[in-house]
């Protein structure tokens, strides 16, 4: 049974995933179409049930393993996300399945208050600014750890940091990190990060662009 979780460690985390959409769609469902608080309660439970064993499953595959791999570090980073911002899109879902289900009875004035100060361009930029400044110090703690795994001292450190052209290698022999994992996981974090910067740009300048027309 133990070597089943490691061996399957991916498709039991992607059948979790699965399931726990399903709990928050259901959550909906039977709060506000069936009416049945009680019963939505307890699918909230079982995604936060859910989430707890993800954690617990990656701990697990750490301690059969011995080494910190691409799964712990994702199972992480998902954990994480549902701690952090998880809430707050939670409760964008929550008021959208409102909206779909019965608008009218379901919505309250200070629902429709919040859907709306949520399309206001200077909200939209501070939530994205703040959002990718997050994204950025949990990237750069990640970074700070994989050096430490991998035995740089500050010295070492510093002088990958100065010296940038280990980025461009397929292997991570010439870079500072210990293994394949942490570089290739910091890569394409790397990428969703510029990606995300993008992204946030464009809300961050659309509020100074409404300023300036309005000015």
């Given at each position: 049974m133990n070597d089943i979780m490691v061996h399957?460690?991916?498709?039991?985390?992607?059948?979790?995933e699965i399931i726990s959409f399903l709990c928050l769609l259901l959550f909906g469902y039977s709060r506000y179409k069936l009416k049945k608080p009680q019963l939505s309660i307890g699918f909230?439970?079982?995604?936060?049930?859910?989430?707890?064993?993800?954690?617990?499953?990656?701990?697990?595959?750490?301690?059969?393993?011995?080494?910190?791999?691409?799964?712990?570090?994702i199972v992480s980073l998902f954990v994480l996300y549902a701690l952090t911002f998880g809430f707050h899109d939670f409760k964008r879902l929550d008021r959208w399945m409102r909206k779909k289900i019965d608008a009218d009875r379901l919505l309250t004035t200070k629902d429709y208050e919040v859907m709306a100060r949520q399309k206001d361009p200077t909200v939209?930029?501070?939530?994205?600014?703040?959002?990718?400044?997050?994204?950025v110090a949990v990237f750069l703690s990640v970074q700070v750890l994989f050096f430490g795994l991998s035995g740089l001292d500050i010295h070492d450190s510093a002088n990958y940091l100065t010296d940038l052209d280990w980025l461009g290698s397929e292997s991570y022999e010439a870079t500072p990190y210990d293994n394949?994992?942490?570089h290739s996981v910091s890569m394409i974090w790397g990428i969703i990060?510029?990606?995300?910067?993008?992204?946030?740009?464009?809300?961050?300048?659309?509020?100074?662009?409404k300023k300036k027309r309005g000015a």
């Open positions: 399957y460690q991916w498709e039991i985390f992607i059948a979790i909230i439970i079982a995604f936060i049930a859910l989430t707890g064993f993800e954690a617990v499953l990656a701990w697990y595959v750490f301690a059969r393993t011995g080494e910190i791999a691409a799964f712990q570090i939209q930029a501070k939530h994205y600014l703040v959002t990718w400044i997050t994204h394949q994992t942490f990060l510029v990606v995300d910067a993008i992204v946030s740009a464009t809300y961050v300048f659309q509020k100074k662009d």
